[in-house]
C-alpha cells in the first residue's frame, strides 16, 4: 500500500499555496498513481559507455596541453552520463515563445504558453524518460480544462502497453499548442558529440578560456565526421537535398574544474561541412545550478530555417522559419523509492 509522506503542517485552513505548488502537488499525486517503484531503480550506465574522443590539433604547449584537453574532455563525457541519469523524475515551470516567420523573413505568427513541465520516467521501460507539458495558460490566457485534460492523459498513459505508446501518447498532447516548429526532448539531450552513443563522431579544438557566473570556462569547437543517430531531426527540405547528410557543428563551453556543460550552441548544416554547406538549425542552450548535482537547464534556442522557393521553383536561398524560447523556473524532483513511499518535492 502506497503511502504518502508530508511534512508536518499547521492547520490547513491557515495554509495557502501558490498557483505553481498546486500545479506541483496536483502533477506529485497523479504521477505517484503512475510509478510502480520496482522499475524506478535508475541503472549503471552501460559497459562501455565513455565516448571516445579526438583532438583535432595539438594545444599550444604540446602533449601536455593535449592530455590537458582530453582529460577534461574525457571528464565531461562522464558528466553528461551522469547527466542522463540523474536528469528524470523532474518538474519545474517552463514559459515557450514561439514565432513563425514568413517568406520575407518577417514574423507572421507569435504564441506565448505556460506549461508545467515534467520529466516523466515511462512505466513500460523504465530506462528512458520523455518530456511532457501540461500547457496552463497561453499568450496570458488560461486554458480551460487543463488540470481535466491532465487527469485523462496520465489515466490513458497509465493503461499504455508500450513505451512507444507512452511516448505518443504524452507527445502528442504536449505539443499540440506548438507553432513554427514542433519539439521535444532537448533539455534531455545535453552534450550531444559528448555522448557514448556519438563516440568517434566528433573532433574537438579547444579555442579560448574565459568566466561565466564567477565560474572557469574552457570553450571546445566540435563539428562531426560521421553520422550519429542519438537525436533525430525532420525538415522540409527540396529534392536536391535528399541525399544530402545532415551534420552539426558548434561550441561546448566546460566548467573547468569539473567538466559539467555550462553552454553549448549547436547548428546543424545539409551537406558535407568542408563544401560550404547550408545551415538549417541553430540552437543554443545554457544551464545552471541545482540540488541534484547537475547543471540543469537555464534557457534553450531553437532556430530553424528554410528554403525560399523563387518565381520557377529553384531555391533561393535558406531564411529564418521559426524560432522557440524556452525558459525555465527552479526544478524539483518526484522522489520515488523502493518502500513505495513518495515525498513532497525537493526544491
Known amino acids: 500500500m502506497r503511502k504518502l509522506r508530508r511534512q508536518p503542517t499547521r492547520d490547513p485552513a491557515r495554509i495557502q ?4 505548488a498546486e500545479r506541483r502537488l496536483r502533477l506529485r499525486k497523479l504521477l505517484s498513481l503512475l510509478h510502480s517503484p520496482a522499475r524506478l531503480q535508475t541503472q549503471g550506465p552501460p559497459s562501455g559507455s565513455s565516448a571516445s574522443l579526438t583532438v583535432s590539433k595539438p594545444a599550444s604547449d604540446g602533449s601536455a596541453g593535449i592530455a590537458s584537453e582530453m582529460g577534461l574532455l574525457n571528464r565531461a563525457s562522464r558528466e553528461v552520463q551522469h547527466y542522463i ?7 519545474a515551470d517552463e514559459t515557450r515563445t514561439m ?3 514568413d517568406d520575407h523573413g518577417l514574423a507572421a505568427k507569435e504564441r506565448s504558453t505556460q506549461s508545467a ?3 516523466y520516467r515511462l512505466r513500460n521501460d523504465p530506462r528512458d524518460v520523455v518530456e511532457y507539458r501540461e500547457v496552463i495558460s497561453i499568450d496570458g490566457h488560461e486554458v480551460k480544462g487543463h488540470a481535466a485534460r491532465a487527469a485523462k492523459l496520465w489515466r490513458e498513459v497509465a493503461a499504455a502497453h508500450s513505451p512507444q505508446e507512452e511516448v505518443r501518447r504524452i507527445t502528442a498532447d504536449s505539443e499540440r499548442y506548438d507553432i513554427g516548429l514542433a519539439e521535444t526532448g532537448f533539455t534531455l539531450f545535453e552534450g550531444l558529440p559528448l555522448r557514448a552513443r556519438c563516440a568517434g563522431d566528433f573532433i574537438f579544438r579547444e579555442v579560448r578560456k574565459e568566466m561565466a557566473s564567477e565560474r572557469p570556462v574552457r570553450v571546445f569547437a566540435y563539428r562531426q565526421v560521421r553520422p550519429c543517430d542519438a537525436v533525430a531531426y525532420h525538415f522540409d527540405l527540396p529534392g536536391q537535398f535528399a541525399d544530402s547528410p545532415l551534420l552539426q557543428a558548434g561550441e561546448l563551453a566546460l566548467d573547468a574544474e569539473t567538466g559539467q556543460i555550462v553552454r553549448e550552441e549547436r547548428n546543424v548544416y545539409v551537406g558535407n561541412l568542408d563544401k560550404n554547406p547550408t545551415r538549417v538549425a541553430h540552437i543554443a542552450m545554457s544551464y545552471g545550478e541545482s540540488r541534484f548535482g547537475i547543471l540543469v537547464p537555464n534557457t534553450i534556442v531553437m532556430e530553424t530555417f528554410l528554403p525560399r522557393e523563387g518565381v520557377n521553383g529553384m531555391t533561393m536561398g535558406f531564411q529564418k522559419y521559426a524560432r522557440m524560447l524556452q525558459t525555465y523556473g527552479p526544478f524539483s524532483r518526484f522522489e520515488v523509492t523502493v518502500g513505495e513511499k513518495i515525498s513532497a518535492p525537493v526544491h
Do not use: G, K, N
Request: charged share 20%.
Open 17 to 20: 499555496r501558490s498557483p505553481q
Open 117 to 119: 513541465f515534467v520529466v
Open 85 to 91: 541519469e540523474a536528469f528524470a523524475d523532474l518538474t
Open 99 to 101: 514565432q513563425s516567420f
